[in-house]
Each structure stands twice: as structure tokens, then as C-alpha cells.
């Protein structure tokens, strides 16, 4: 089985703060998913990674995946009360058709912005 | 397109009784997954469809559950004999057979068996 270990749990900052998420694992991802999640709702997509070494962003968003393709980071700029909620890391196992088919998520990360 | 729809948005049982929820993806995606998320929890996978085929199912779905997609568009996930612990969030997510541009998800069932 493979895992995700998400860091922090938790987050609480001030508006305006810098902070990076991190996404671990031991095993190796075909792609790295990130997906924030608000109370009652489910999980909306943020971005895909699919290199090692890949960076993307999204605005005062960058994410990263790894080298060797087990971990990744999210680093927030600026943060703002707008950022607030559960920020999930998801891993995804090919099939033997070489496609994504299961995502294995983390426990997330919860991000609390103070104005 | 107006994104992944579930149905209901919530829904409270008695223990042993059978609920059965709706999810309707979006139209051009070729596959749709099911998922079940606990109180601070990410969520775990329970099965997946490509069409109309069901092509796995996780450890985690028992005989007392049973997901359908009859005609390759919606999909339904039922539930037998509900148990407490099967008290949660059940997810819908649809996506293209790559999945590599992610999943659209809905918004949820939550279910609460008392």
C-alpha cells in the first residue's frame, strides 16, 4: 500500500506570510496531484505534476515534484485569508495500460490565513 | 456542463437500513470513481469504472456495498445493512482515461447512520 505523509497538520498564519506544505513518500508516483477542499465540499484540483523536477504555478502558488518522483511541495507567497482550507496531496498509480487510474491522497494539510 | 453532480448532498439512516446515492460525471470523461472520506481524513478509494466496465474495487468496499454504471453516464453506490462506521463523506470524481489532467469530484454525500 502505498502512502502519502502530509506536514504540517496543521497551519495558522498572518496575512501576508510565506509557508511551504510538504507531500512524502517512499514509493514512487507516476503523477503528483495537489487538490484544496473546503468544509463540506469536495476536493477541487489545483494543479498536476508528471516530471521529476517539474515546477508549475499558479499565481503566489508553486508547486514541485521531486527528483525521484516521491515527493512534492506546495509554497504559498503572500498568503491570504482567501487561501484558507485543506490542502491534499494525491499520488497516482498507473495500470498496466501505462494510464492513471487510483489516486492515494494524504491526510492534508490545514491552512488557516488570519487577516 | 455544470461539473460533477451527487446526489443527495446528505442523508441520515438507521442502522440496517439500505441507502443508495446518485453520481452523474461529466459528460465527456470516460471514467468515474468513487471515494469515501472520514473526519480528517484525505480520501481512500473505493472503485473505479472505464465505461461501463467496474475495473477495480478496494478492500475497503464489502460485500455489503455495491457500485453500478449501467450505461456508461451516471453512476450509483448502494449501501446494505448500514453500519455506523459507515458514516462519511462518499465522493464522485470523474476524469479522462489518462487521469494525469486530474479529477473533477462533486460535492459530496455525506451519510450519518444513527
Known amino acids: 500500500t502505498q502512502l502519502l505523509e502530509q506536514s504540517p497538520q496543521f497551519l495558522s498564519i498572518q496575512e501576508g506570510e510565506n509557508l511551504t506544505v510538504y507531500c512524502n513518500s517512499s514509493s514512487v508516483f507516476s503523477s503528483l496531484q495537489w487538490y484544496r477542499q473546503e468544509p463540506g465540499e469536495g476536493p477541487v484540483l489545483l494543479v498536476t505534476v508528471v516530471t521529476g523536477g517539474e515546477v508549475k504555478k499558479l499565481k503566489r502558488l508553486t508547486f514541485q515534484f521531486g527528483d525521484a518522483r516521491k515527493d512534492s511541495s506546495l509554497h504559498i507567497t503572500a498568503a491570504q485569508p482567501g487561501d484558507t482550507g485543506l490542502y491534499l496531496c494525491a499520488g497516482g498509480e498507473e495500470n498496466s495500460g501505462g494510464s492513471n487510474y487510483k489516486l492515494t491522497f494524504g491526510k492534508g494539510t490545514l491552512l488557516t490565513v488570519n487577516p | 456542463d455544470t461539473g460533477v453532480s451527487q446526489d443527495p448532498r446528505h442523508k441520515i439512516t438507521k442502522r440496517g437500513q439500505n441507502v443508495t446515492f446518485r453520481c452523474d460525471p461529466i459528460?465527456?470523461?470516460?471514467?468515474l470513481y468513487w471515494y469515501r472520506q472520514t473526519l480528517g481524513q484525505g480520501p481512500e478509494f473505493l472503485t473505479y469504472?472505464?465505461?461501463?466496465?467496474?475495473?477495480?474495487k478496494s478492500r475497503l468496499l464489502s460485500d455489503r456495498f455495491s457500485a453500478e454504471r449501467p450505461k456508461g453516464s451516471f453512476s450509483t453506490l448502494e449501501i446494505q445493512r448500514t453500519e455506523q462506521g459507515d458514516s462519511a463523506m462518499y465522493l464522485c470524481a470523474s476524469s479522462f482515461i489518462s487521469g494525469t489532467d486530474g479529477y473533477t469530484f462533486g460535492s459530496g454525500t455525506r451519510l450519518t447512520v444513527v
Open positions: 459528460s465527456e470523461h470516460n471514467r
Open positions: 469504472f472505464q465505461n461501463e466496465a467496474q475495473l477495480e
